[in-house]
């Protein structure tokens, strides 16, 4: 009924899905165990290629999501990948059996999600269930869901299910069943306030360049004294104009970050070094810089914070 996730190793990984077997059977991954109900989901995206043509795809997360094989219930954010003019978000309320939807957010954004951009869905309450969205930090959706919300969708109306409890995971949509690969999430993490011990963000920010693209730079290192000597990196390249990065809930060990910019086959020098601590409890220390210029042109820095 619904489709599969795939992931890749290598830093980043690589999330996506591979296959859509029936109408609205989306590719779903759900987290396992038991979860609370106040929960917070966040994945930085990934574009290996920007699908375009014919509508639709689409990147999700999941909030108080129960499946089972003939049956999923609960919220998903979600945003198109692709350009104008087919850009929108959505918050959707799934009631049961497949196709039972309804996109429940009173404004709709016009906007897609692009490579490197951080999406973040929270939820709290009961009655109502207050669900909210953000891009790169900044809120782009909120909805009190009282049963009643919504007018786009198979399954909307007063009365219908407001749901209290679930888990977290993430989904993708693709129309065409042919651009699986192009997009994902390169990092994702879900908290629910009530564990210990959880991975924090680091979170990047960085003045775009005036021409050329940024290219993150990556590496865990014994020591913070190693930051200065690094001689292999991992490359993340960012989208054209992007400013933020997000790395989503890193393990306990010292951090290097860096940036390059590649003008058209020329390089910039390295910026200056930004570093992190990250502890195995969860708790951090950090030593990230304040942005400084990069080869006169950009600037680096960035905060650091439990998920």
Aim: proline share 6%.
């Amino acid at each position: 009924m619904w489709g599969d996730v795939r992931t890749t190793g290598g830093s980043p990984g690589f999330a996506y899905g591979v296959s859509e077997p029936t109408q609205y059977g989306d590719p779903t991954a759900i987290m396992t165990g038991t979860w609370g109900p106040d929960q917070t989901v966040t994945g930085t995206v990934k574009i290996n290629t920007t699908p375009t043509g014919t509508c639709c795809n689409e990147i999700e997360l999941r909030l108080r999501m129960t499946i089972s094989s003939s049956s999923i219930s609960g919220y998903e954010a979600y945003c198109s990948v692709m350009p104008s003019p087919n850009q929108y978000c959505h918050i959707a309320r799934w009631s049961g059996a497949n196709g039972r939807y309804c996109n429940i957010e009173p404004s709709t954004p016009s906007i897609n999600l692009v490579n490197g951009d951080v999406f973040k869905a929270t939820i709290t309450g009961s009655s109502p269930a207050v669900i909210t969205v953000y891009r790169n930090g900044t809120q782009i959706m909120q909805v009190s869901d009282t049963g009643s919300e919504g007018g786009q969708g198979t399954d909307c109306g007063s009365g219908r299910p407001v749901f209290t409890s679930g888990n977290p995971g993430m989904g993708f949509y693709d129309t065409a069943g042919t651009n699986w690969n192009f997009f994902g999430w390169q990092a994702w993490s879900a908290n629910d306030g009530t564990t210990t011990g959880n991975s924090p963000d680091v979170q990047l920010n960085w003045t775009p360049p005036a021409s050329g693209m940024v290219i993150l730079l990556k590496a865990q290192v014994a020591s913070s004294s190693e930051c200065g000597s690094v001689s292999a990196w991992t490359q993340i390249p960012q989208a054209a104009g992007a400013s933020t990065y997000t790395d989503n809930a890193v393990g306990a060990g010292y951090y290097c970050y860096g940036l390059i910019v590649n003008n058209g086959g020329a390089y910039s020098a390295v910026s200056n070094i930004v570093e992190a601590q990250v502890t195995a409890s969860g708790g951090t220390t950090a030593t990230l810089s304040a942005p400084v210029p990069v080869n006169g042109a950009s600037s680096f820095g960035g905060s650091i914070g439990t998920q």
